[in-house]
């Protein structure tokens, strides 16, 4: 099987079941010269469920790029939801903006724009509700930072998801060198270790390859 046997598949379930999502969005990125680094639709689609299953009413997420993913969590938060997203690109920021907007779900997303790590000691200071759920997908060698300020700004129950932390095997080297797989190690390996969380990884493969995500259920004092 190879990658494009994936994206074939990719390409069937989103005709037949899970729909594209919002493919004006990934058109406008394309034409604003953004990345094509968007979740893929049926793993959008996946947030969404996973977002309605909690039923999440607010969403904190980091890495906003032209707000695919964004568009999905929004629509799954409803109209009294709130998503927050880090952006540290403003030309990203500015894009996902118009995008989120057009979509019609503008009015229920903030963007912050900046690194994460300086809008998140601001955020904290607001002292805001609990996330519901939190998506994980920027920078990755700051993944584990990340996770830390998650636990500070959720509740027991609440979810924490880390994208792409597979990285096509790379995680199963202890050796490697590259700084992506090291920080998706370094990851895994905080999930393992924090008491307040409980998690596991799932490999994936599709149109964007062969990846996956750690999923994690922040843990209360009766868990
Ligand atoms: C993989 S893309 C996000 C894709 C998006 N979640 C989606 O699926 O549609 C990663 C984004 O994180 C942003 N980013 C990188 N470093 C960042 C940082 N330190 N703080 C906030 N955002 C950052 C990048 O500019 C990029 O837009």
């Not at 998506?135 to 060698?141: P, R």
């Not at 370094?186 to 996956?212: F, M």
Request: glycine share 10%.
């Amino acid at each position: 099987m190879t990658t494009s046997d994936w994206a074939e598949v990719d390409r069937y379930l989103v005709d037949t079941l899970v729909g594209d999502g919002d493919s004006e969005t990934l058109r406008a990125n394309a034409a604003g010269g953004l990345p094509a680094i968007d979740v893929s639709p049926p793993q959008g689609k996946f947030l969404y469920l996973i977002a309605k299953t909690a039923r999440a009413r607010r969403v904190l997420e980091f890495g906003t790029l032209g707000g695919y993913s964004t568009t999905w969590l929004a629509r799954a938060v409803g109209k009294g939801g709130q998503v927050v997203s880090f952006e540290y690109e403003p030309k990203h920021a500015e894009v996902a903006r118009a995008n989120l907007d057009r979509a019609g779900v503008g009015d229920r997303v903030e963007i912050r724009v900046g690194a994460a790590l300086d809008s998140l000691p601001i955020l904290a200071e607001e002292n805001p509700e609990p996330f519901d759920l939190v998506f994980i997908d920027a920078d990755k060698v700051n993944n584990s930072n990340y996770v830390r300020w998650a636990l500070r700004l959720t509740r027991p129950g609440s979810i924490i998801i880390v994208d792409n932390v597979v990285r096509q095997g790379g995680i199963a080297d202890a050796a490697t060198t590259d700084a992506n797989s090291r920080a998706s190690r370094d990851v895994i390996e905080l999930l393992a270790a924090e008491p307040r969380l409980d998690a596991t990884v799932l490999q994936t493969v599709g149109g964007k390859g062969w990846d996956g995500f750690a999923y994690a259920v922040v843990l209360g004092e009766d868990d």
